[in-house]
């Protein structure tokens, strides 16, 4: 079977998945995949439980936010650029407004009640 | 509530009460009422007949937590119009324990080269005495503190600026003391730094001994909002000790920014830097557990903050280099210069703090000169000189002391990334167009922080328009502004908005808080409303000082160069950006 390589970015406390235990600022590491290959076999390849990520790029485009994570099932290609921070990490809504999304988020944080104006979705996070 | 005015022209100074048109006002609404109300809007920035204005906000020097903010406003010699610039420094609070809700310098010396400082003490209200400053001028700023704390005291709070304001420049900042008594709290944007060096002003000191507090008109209510701010803190992941900003300060933003391909790199020529995480809050933060040998939390700006979002670098042998270095700093110096060498990237911070220049403004004309072929990208030795040079004033310095602007001009560069003179801030308006609209139309040029995100609220005053489409964008960037400059006002450090937006009563603790000190009632729509009039006021005075809409466009070179990863430009149409201010 073909596999694809994918170019992972590991952030914070994550940069432990890319391969050396210690390491916390960040890491990076290509990952070989089979063709036809989801975010959530990165995840699992990788060791990292889907609710230790927070924010989220695929190719520059966000995919996830703390709580919100519609991206489980999308395909990854060869090449691509696959980002995990950390959930200490943050990324105020007027610093992403009108930031380009993949479609499965755009439609995501649609359909949240607010537009998408928080930080966090999750039930564990503060959220009145 | 006092109005201190102090005239330079003889060194007099008048204690007044509070008139009752400026009552209700503080913070940004006043510094921006008060400069509306009395400098000529076509005033040379640096003559006699520009003002400076400093107020602290409402709930500034009570119990309210992250609130020890300053405003610092007058007319730009950098825009050509009305500025406002804020620090948290304890300087705020002391001004407003001493009731003082507006201290304002006016008139010029004659002398030009001799420089004062102020002493402000309490004595039944405010005194002010005058004294010879001029022996304390053109040396690094961390050498002449010292000397003052020991002249005055170590309780007094100390305001100042640099070198760069003494030579004039239009990228010079106002300097306050922080926690630890370093100059480093900056109201930094504007060259308002230049207005205080032009009045001959090179200290303001105060000495709050005696003085009474601030007067809160219902306490009951104080203490309310006062619970649900501070239960909003210290709950939320970002602002709550040891989240996100206590753990990595605001430069946890750089990989951020970086991977949404939104980092300006080597004078906005790349959205993507690829040593970026080589400067952001992590690495810092791991730098500095591994130099320190334990894991090092931030610091408070000023006093009574909970969220403690100041960091500190430390070179390789423990000591000191720089303390605060921001997300902005970080990025102006660093990524957008090609600077990854976090070291050198620390000592050009620390440099800024020295000669009282704004980090920002300094690393985007840094840029600038670099893509001129002045220095190579990168060269973080040769930048560390430019600064120097600035620092010393010679003729290529003073160049680059007028900022970004001129310094294009000087070199014929056409990638020049300012609006209405002011350079564009760590945020890719090609990558985020959200930020590109209040870029555009802000009253105080390309601003980062002139248009936060505060309460879900403010989606009701929107309507039904969709925020992803133009339109939208409009919209929300006009209630940003509105809300933002009501936070402005109020004295909080504008980080309080990451809780209050996600928390509620967070928000609902901040009107109380206010309506505590005041003994208002205002509520949630009575935040945009006030915001909408300070945005009114500073926009006629920029139309009268000849700014008009006109200038609320980006730089040309945004609608026209794609910028790489995601290789798109600009595309908010014009009448979106006309659309912001047109229905205010
Ligand atoms: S959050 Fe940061 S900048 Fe704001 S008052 Fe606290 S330490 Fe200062």
Redesign the pocket.
């Known amino acids: 079977m073909n596999t694809i390589t994918v170019d992972t970015w590991l952030y914070g406390e994550l940069a432990r998945f890319g391969g050396n235990p210690e390491e916390r600022i960040f890491a990076n590491r290509k990952v070989s995949l089979p063709e036809g290959s989801r975010l959530q076999d990165l995840l699992n390849i990788l060791g990292m439980r889907t609710e230790e990520r927070g924010i989220t790029f695929i190719n520059g485009q966000l995919s996830a936010m703390p709580g919100l994570q519609p991206d489980l099932d999308h395909p990854l290609h060869d090449g691509d650029r696959v980002a995990f921070f950390h959930l200490r990490s943050m990324w105020p809504f007027q610093y992403r407004h009108g930031v380009t999304m993949i479609q499965e988020m755009q439609k995501a944080i649609i359909e949240t009640d607010q537009m998408g104006l928080h930080h966090a979705y999750s039930k564990d996070q503060p959220k009145e | 509530m006092y109005l201190v005015r102090v005239n330079m022209t003889n060194r007099t100074y008048q204690v007044t009460e509070v008139p009752e048109k400026y009552k209700y006002l503080a913070g940004r609404a006043l510094t921006s009422n008060i400069v509306a109300d009395e400098v000529p809007p076509l005033a040379h920035p640096l003559g006699p007949n520009n003002k400076l204005i400093f107020s602290p906000g409402f709930v500034t020097g009570t119990s309210a937590p ?1 609130a ?2 300053i405003s610092v406003g007058g007319k730009s010699p950098l825009t050509g119009g009305i500025k406002e610039a804020n620090a ?1 420094t304890s300087w705020g609070a002391d001004l407003a324990v001493m009731q003082i809700r507006g201290l304002i310098i006016e008139g010029q010396p004659e002398e030009k080269d001799k420089f004062w400082g102020l002493h402000i003490t309490w004595d039944g209200k405010p005194k002010v005495e005058f004294f010879d400053a001029t022996a304390y001028t053109k040396q690094p700023l961390s050498k002449v503190y010292p000397p003052i704390y020991e002249k005055f005291g170590e309780r007094v709070s100390v305001c100042s600026v640099g070198a760069a304001a003494e030579y004039g420049y239009c990228n010079s900042g106002v300097c306050f003391n922080d926690q630890s008594k370093r100059p480093s709290r900056y109201a930094g944007r504007g060259g308002l730094g230049a207005v205080m060096a032009s009045k001959g002003v090179k200290f303001i000191v105060l000495d709050r001994q005696g003085a009474p507090g601030v007067e809160i008109a219902d306490k009951a209510l104080f203490e309310e909002g006062r619970k649900k701010m501070i239960d909003a803190l210290r709950t939320h992941a970002i ?1 709550k000790p040891k989240g996100g ?1 206590n753990s990595y300060g605001t430069a946890i933003l750089i990989n951020i920014m970086n991977e949404a391909g939104g980092l300006p790199t080597k004078n906005f020529s790349s959205g993507r830097f690829e040593e970026a995480p080589k400067i952001a809050g992590e690495a810092i933060f791991e730098t500095n557990k591994v130099r320190k040998g334990k894991e090092i939390f ?5 006093p009574g ?6 960091n500190t670098v430390y070179a390789e042998d423990g000591s000191e280099i720089t303390s605060c270095l921001e997300y902005e700093s970080a990025w102006s110096l660093g990524a957008n210069c090609g600077i990854s060498n976090l070291d050198d990237l620390a000592m050009l911070n620390h440099l800024c703090n020295e000669y009282g220049l704004d980090t920002i403004e300094t690393g985007t004309t840094l840029a600038v000169a670099m893509e001129a072929g002045v220095i190579p990208f990168g060269d973080s030795k040769a930048a560390i000189n430019l600064v120097h040079e600035m620092g010393k004033g010679t003729p290529l310095g003073r160049i680059l002391g007028s900022g970004t602007e001129t310094t294009g001009r000087v070199y014929g560069i056409t990638r020049v990334p300012t609006v209405k003179g002011q350079s564009i801030p760590a945020y890719e308006p090609r990558a985020v167009k959200g930020i590109g609209i209040t870029y555009a139309t802000s009253t105080m040029g390309a601003d980062h922080t002139a248009g936060y995100t505060i309460a879900p609220e403010i989606l009701g005053v929107m309507g039904k328009v969709d925020p992803l489409s133009p339109e939208g964008k409009a919209a929300l960037s006009r209630a940003f502004q509105a809300t933002t400059a009501f936070i402005d006002s109020s004295g909080h ?3 309080i908005a990451f809780a209050i937006l996600d928390i509620a009563s967070g928000y609902q603790g901040m009107i109380e808080e206010i309506n505590g000190v005041l003994g208002t009632n205002w509520t949630a729509d009575d935040v945009v409303k006030f915001g909408a009039e300070v945005l009114k006021v500073e926009r006629k005075f920029n139309e009268a000082a000849g700014i008009t809409k006109a200038a609320d466009r980006l730089p040309e070179f945004m609608k026209q160069e794609p910028l790489p990863p995601h290789n798109t430009v600009f595309d908010v149409p014009d009448e979106a950006l006309d659309a912001v201010y047109a229905e205010l």
């Open positions: 992250t020890a903010r948290g602002t900003l931030n610091h408070a700006c000023s903050c909970i969220i403690q979002c100041s450090c504008l980080f």
